[in-house]
């Protein structure tokens, strides 16, 4: 062979294979593995239906982290239909956002002048379609203990607090778009229907569960004020709103849910409940940061009432800014309500419960052989800081990026980070491969 | 609620900064030899390989080679099932002059590119906050001299002025109601100084055959990157003063020293035909890329810190070459090359691999003063591995080909009748 033609040869052969080099990977074959995901219905609460920045709005809920683990498992199911949830528009119930004013980043209330309030629309959000079946389940501010009724005065209760006494008592307006049925208070009326009935008839073929956080939340962010209200009036007596659930009863309301849905053959997943002592809203204003801009001691009162220098132990919660910048609690005489304040042993009694109901829920995924995720843990991994894709989280107030601005519930980003751990979970149940969501297509914080 | 004062702590980890990625294609022959050339004292990419080769080659010669640099990266994530990098080509060159000035002084000057790389991304892709773009590279300067002590020993040193600079971009984590994220740009350049030091040995010749050794040492590099520009858009108006609109950076690049040893053997089969046999095992001292940090001028913006904590790796090279008439070259070669980069810290931006890797190369001498050589290699590479400090795994398969070609020119070489054989 001559020269030229090798040389030709060899940039001919070059050039061929360089022309059909494979470099792709090939598309994913994706199964549901054991589980069904046909009718995905999501139970739980504010964390659930999408509230975020303390109030339930179109935007935040359109990134609820059941809407988003929906749409990652549609591409394992072909045939899951639109994942309904009872949406808000515009600024629903009203929500809080940041502006930059003076130099200075200024976190807005939904009671300031410039808040961001209520739309036209919240008035009547969620009464005109009671009978639509809904997948998304959440309602903000329910506990575990209000979704099922054991005796007559939790059925009266449960009702009061869900949908209330028209004229008399003002019932949950997150629960609004579900029939409750008929006001057990008021004889002959139709029987009320429970929280758990309408996950009875949803006809579920997997769901997802994240209840029980209220039933320490509640009381943690009101200070340990366990919301005593005398219904005596009703027949009820007198009911603590906001009080640490028993856990005796939650284990039996929650095994009764977990029953009504292994019954009906769904499959799905129940998540632990976090250290709510952890939050940025109980961990942004403290004692120390306080000292540090120049108090020499800050004042509390306790959960028995006696007035104390407070610790780091003793956590402030975040709407207290109002009353700190008053001047409350930089002395003996004008102390920090016990409202304002989770005290060392309001703490304890939280952190104990919670591993209490946490070992319920354990117990009772482990009897019906549902997945667990153990959002207790990873939160508390979240403590010393986590990343994904590039995205440093960290629990601290706006800064982590993962909280909203009421420092309890999560920004989408945030919702989509416990999406991806719920996938996580049901594909390492289920033997599914349920794509996981590009957290950094979700926003954080809106700053100004 | 009122004012909420922020001390705000945002952190923004440059993790997918290039550190190095050595560019093995120095020189046609060799690259067709799988990088084997230590022990080689051929044509004027000696001065290179091993300077101390530098006495053997007569007259003036001088080399320009370029290689054209196709690489196709692509990604699985437990997000997307391919993500393929946008990266486009790359024509590192090299030029190489060496003279005689008295059979036992020679002298030359080298010019070539012996670090680089490059990767782009979509935008708008699932690791944008790791790494958009970056492209590091440099210029190395190398005058040098090289001095026969003994028929059979030769040693060569020279002096490496480098000129490196780099650009990287990635989205900033931090959103506006109008803008989703915002976007940091470096950009730095500096200068760094080294030397290259050989010792080559013809330590058997006859007519039958020839045994060569080397021994090549080229030191690290601090590439000092005094005077960075730092360019940040889109960041929401409150985070401007942590984040403003361009800020001086300051930082440092530590390239790598290489120890190579090397062999060749060559055996004259029959009057025309000739073989050679060569190996190389060159050890790459990267564990001096053990971190990488960022300064910026800007006291509010966070400095970024980073460990890298590559590992010192070395290579087998191999290379074979059938010659005819000492006027035509067939060359094939291969190399083991292990990764520098341990699992925990595997970059997007550099997915590399351990990888065996075939090459294969021509040459062609026209008359006593042209020469023609060309030369490809084959790399194909897979790995999965994860970034641990940004908490991103992928499946990675790279597969690149590399064509390289150069032209030597010979002149003045009748001072001596017989050219040494290839």
Redesign the interface.
């Given at each position: 062979m001559k020269?030229k033609q090798?040389?030709l040869f060899?940039?001919v052969a070059?050039l061929s294979?360089?022309g059909c080099?494979?470099?792709?990977?090939?598309?994913?074959d994706r199964t549901e593995g054991e589980a069904d995901f046909t009718k995905y219905i999501a139970l739980g609460n504010s964390l659930t239906q999408g509230y975020a920045d303390g109030g339930l709005y179109e935007e935040g809920q359109s990134q609820s982290y059941p809407s988003i683990i929906a749409k990652q498992m549609s591409f394992v199911n072909s045939n899951m239909g639109e994942f309904a949830q009872p949406m808000t528009s515009g600024n629903g119930s009203g929500y809080?956002h940041?502006e930059?004013?003076n130099?200075?980043?200024?976190?807005?209330?939904t009671t300031?002048p410039n808040a961001y309030t209520e739309s036209s629309t919240w008035a009547d959000w969620g009464t005109n379609e009671k009978n639509f079946k809904y997948n998304n389940l959440g309602i903000s501010g329910i506990k575990l203990v209000n979704c099922v009724d054991l005796n007559s005065t939790d059925e009266k209760i449960n009702h009061l607090f869900l949908a209330g006494v028209q004229g008399l008592f003002n019932g949950n307006p997150y629960s609004r778009y579900l029939d409750w049925g008929g006001n057990p208070i008021i004889p002959f009326s139709e029987p009320p229907i429970q929280y758990v009935d309408h996950v009875k008839s949803s006809g579920a073929t997997f769901f997802s569960s994240w209840l029980g956080n209220n039933d320490v939340l509640s009381y943690a962010t009101s200070g340990g004020n366990e919301g005593t209200t005398d219904l005596s009036l009703l027949g009820l007596g007198v009911v603590k709103f906001s009080g640490l659930s028993d856990p005796t009863e939650f284990h039996a309301k929650y095994d009764t849910i977990l029953k009504a849905l292994y019954d009906m053959g769904a499959k799905g997943i129940v998540a632990t409940l976090p250290d709510v002592t952890s939050i940025p809203n109980l961990n942004?204003i403290t004692v120390s940061g306080l000292k540090e801009t120049g108090w020499a001691d800050v004042w509390i009162t306790d959960m028995n009432g006696n007035v104390r220098v407070g610790t780091d132990n003793d956590l402030i919660i975040?709407?207290a800014?109002?009353n700190i910048?008053n001047g409350e609690g930089s002395s003996q005489s004008n102390p920090l309500d016990k409202d304002l304040v989770l005290d060392e042993d309001e703490v304890a009694l939280c952190q104990s419960r919670t591993i209490d109901f946490n070992n319920s829920i354990v117990s009772l995924a482990a009897k019906y052989d549902f997945a667990v995720a153990d959002m207790h843990a990873y939160m508390t991994d979240l403590k010393s800081g986590?990343?994904?894709?590039?995205?440093?989280f960290t629990p601290q107030?706006?800064?982590g990026?993962l909280f909203s601005l009421d420092g309890v519930h999560l920004n989408p980003r945030g919702y989509a980070v416990i999406a991806n751990k719920f996938i996580s979970e049901i594909n390492a149940h289920y033997g599914s491969n349920i794509?996981?969501?590009?957290i950094?297509k979700f926003?954080?914080?809106?700053?100004? | 609620m009122k004012k909420i004062v922020l001390s705000i702590l945002l952190s923004l980890p440059f993790l997918g900064q290039a550190g190095g990625f050595q560019l093995n294609v120095q020189g046609v022959r060799a690259i067709g030899m799988g990088g084997a050339f230590t022990g080689i004292a051929y044509g004027p990419a000696s001065l290179f390989f091993n300077p101390g080769g530098m006495t053997s080659i007569m007259g003036h010669q001088f080399n320009f080679g370029v290689n054209y640099i196709s690489p196709l990266v692509a990604l699985q994530t437990d997000v997307n099932d391919n993500i393929r990098q946008t990266t486009g080509y790359a024509t590192p060159f090299h030029f190489y002059y060496t003279g005689q000035i008295t059979n036992k002084l020679s002298v030359g000057l080298g010019i070539n590119n012996q670090f680089g790389s490059s990767s782009s991304f979509d935008d708008d892709w699932q690791g944008k906050f790791i790494i958009q773009n970056i492209s590091l590279r440099t210029f190395m300067f190398q005058p040098t001299a090289a001095y026969k002590l003994h028929e059979k020993l030769s040693v060569g040193a020279g002096f490496v002025y480098t000129s490196g600079s780099f650009s990287t971009e990635k989205a900033v984590p931090l959103g506006s109601a109008t803008i989703d994220y915002g976007k940091a740009r470096l950009e730095g350049k500096g200068v760094g100084y080294g030397f290259n030091l050989g010792i080559h040995s013809n330590t058997i010749d006859t007519d039958k055959m020839k045994l060569s050794l080397g021994f090549d040492y080229r030191s690290g590099t601090k590439l000092n990157l005094p005077e960075g520009t730092a360019t940040f858009t889109d960041i929401p108006i409150s985070l401007q003063s942590t984040f403003p609109a361009t800020t001086g950076f300051s930082s440092q690049l530590k390239l790598p020293s290489v120890i190579s040893f090397g062999l060749s053997y060559t055996y004259n089969l029959t009057e025309d035909f000739s073989a050679m046999f060569a190996y190389d095992y060159n050890y790459t001292t990267w564990s001096s890329y053990d971190s990488l940090n960022i300064d910026f001028v800007n006291e509010n913006t966070p400095d970024s810190k980073n460990e890298k904590n590559w590992q010192n790796v070395g290579a087998h090279r191999f290379g074979l070459e059938f010659s005819y008439q000492q006027k035509y070259a067939l060359r094939v070669g291969g190399y083991y090359d292990s990764t520098p980069i341990l699992d925990g810290y595997v970059s997007p931006e550099l997915p590399d691999a351990d990888q065996f890797v075939l090459t294969m190369g021509l040459g062609a001498k026209i008359g006593n003063i042209l020469e023609f050589d060309v030369a490809w290699i084959h790399q194909d590479a897979e790995r999965e591995a994860s970034l641990d400090a940004a908490n991103f795994s992928a499946k990675y398969r790279r597969v690149a080909d590399i064509i390289s070609f150069s032209t030597t020119i010979k002149l003045g070489q009748e001072k001596k009748a017989k050219e040494p054989s290839i």
């Open positions: 020269k090798i040389i060899t940039i070059s294979i360089i080099r494979k470099v792709d990977f090939d598309v994913v809080m940041l930059f004013i130099n200075e980043i200024d976190v807005i209330s300031d942004t975040l709407s800014s109002t910048e986590l990343a994904f894709d590039g995205i440093n107030y706006i800064e990026g794509p996981k969501t590009d950094g926003r954080g914080i809106v700053f100004p | -």
